[in-house]
């Protein structure tokens, strides 16, 4: 499990350090930052598999739903990273192209939280108060141990 860390660690390292240089890379950069993100994907569904315990039911009816909420999730990453490279946020000169990127980052935290909202209404539909709480345990617990994989 630890070498899934330090995996862990080394991918989000390069996702943060280097997402400027994908960027420049154009098209393959693209292409490397995604594979990147589902290669983490991946790595945090196979922490989940391993510590959180369903049954057989539980499992499909959660799996499901968290399967539905991380492509939701993706999806509204690429919509943002196409706006981005559209609008050039970073190199935005004016005051107003300023502010409508703000306006822009605040409208997709809005929807961040309307989605984690809604999953955690279908987790509670589907799961006992006891396991929802348990899940966002052992998804604390993984976001804890990448972090100090980080460090």
């Known amino acids: ?18 997402q400027n240089s994908f960027a420049q890379l154009g098209k393959e950069g693209d292409e490397l930052l995604s594979q990147l993100q589902s ?10 598999k391993e510590n959180f315990k369903l049954t057989e039911t539980e499992a499909k009816a959660f799996w499901a739903v968290y399967n539905k909420y991380n492509t939701n999730a993706e999806e509204l990453a690429m919509k943002m ?9 970073k190199n935005a000169t004016s005051d107003q192209q300023k502010l409508a990127n703000l306006e822009y980052q605040m409208k997709v935290k809005m929807i961040k939280l309307e989605q984690a909202i809604e999953f ?3 987790l509670r539909e589907v799961l006992s108060d006891a396991k929802v709480l348990e899940f ?9 141990k990448l972090e100090q ?3």
Not at 10 to 18: A, E, G, I, V
Not at 136 to 144: A, P, S, V
């Open 81 to 89: 990273q196409n706006r981005s490279e559209n609008v050039e946020s």
């Open 39 to 48: 290669l983490s994907s991946k790595l945090k569904t196979s922490y989940l």
């Open 1 to 18: 499990m630890k070498n899934i860390f330090l995996s862990l660690g080394f991918l989000f390292f390069s996702l943060f350090s280097f």
């Open 136 to 144: 966002y345990k052992i998804e604390k617990e993984f976001e804890k």
């Open 149 to 151: 994989a980080l460090h």
């Open 120 to 122: 955690n209404k279908q």
